[in-house]
């Protein structure tokens, strides 16, 4: 009977080591790919990287960066809603889809309340979210309603990289930004103020806020206030 089960084990050792080495294997030829598909699009070749990519997403072993690549091109090629798809298979595919399918910032902030906090790559993807939508929203070739939507959305994901604390004084910032964009003043103000705070908070001699990002805030800070009627 030991002979029996000490058999087992070692099948079932071998399977794992077989099962891991199989996994490496499969991750750096993904890596390959990426990698070859990111010449093409440095070379301008679209259609190549898309070809390229898609065949680490059509992989049984989830490759993040592959999606997030394609994300970006589909962006830099004008179709945000193939982008979209992509960044929310991601989430699902890390986090699930309940904040997914909210709508309404209220029902999103009660709910986020309730819900356990993502895995660091979710987050790390819900901030490249909101980045990214506020970074194209201003594209002359969208509609002022894709552009309210790509706002919308920003404000969503930072909402979310603010509440667990991600990138915390960077969400609080861009978050600012996006709602005085919105003209969501006084929820503009708040989070400027809560930004410069943290800024002040990590910065050092050697690393002091960035300049740039500074008179940003300032400027907008500026804003918000005015309009909102200080």
């Known amino acids: ?21 199989l996994a490496i294997e499969n991750y750096e030829k993904q890596e390959l790919i990426l990698a070859k598909a990111e010449l093409a699009i440095a070379d301008g070749k679209s259609d190549e990287a898309i070809q390229l990519l898609s065949q680490n997403l059509s992989s049984q072993q989830f490759h993040r960066e592959s999606f997030l690549t394609l994300a970006e091109l589909y962006l830099k090629l004008n179709q945000p809603a193939k982008a979209l798809r992509l960044y ?4 699902k595919k890390l986090h699930g889809k309940t904040l997914l399918e909210i709508t309404h910032k209220d029902f999103l ?14 987050l790390e993807t819900y901030f490249q979210m909101g980045q990214t939508f506020y970074g194209i929203y201003d594209k002359p070739e969208y509609s002022e309603k894709l552009q309210l939507s790509m706002l919308h959305l920003a404000e969503k994901y930072l ?16 978050l600012g930004i996006v709602q005085n964009k919105l003209s969501s003043y ?18 050092t001699p ?5 300049e740039t990002t500074e008179k940003t805030l300032h400027l907008y800070l500026a804003d918000s206030l005015i309009k909102d009627g200080f």
């Not at 603010?162 to 861009?174: G, I, M, P, R």
């Open 1 to 21: 009977m030991k002979t029996l089960h000490w058999s087992k084990q070692i099948i079932l050792l071998l399977f794992l080591v077989s099962h891991s080495i």
């Open 88 to 91: 929310h298979f991601i989430i």
């Open 186 to 203: 006084q929820e503009s103000i708040q989070n400027f103020l809560d930004a410069k705070e943290l800024f002040e908070a990590m910065s």
């Open 109 to 122: 902030l009660e709910k986020l309340e309730k819900t356990a906090k993502p895995s660091t790559e979710a």
């Open 206 to 210: 050697a690393e002091p806020v960035n």
């Open 159 to 174: 909402l979310i990289t603010k509440h667990y604390k991600f990138a915390e004084a960077e969400s609080q910032y861009l």
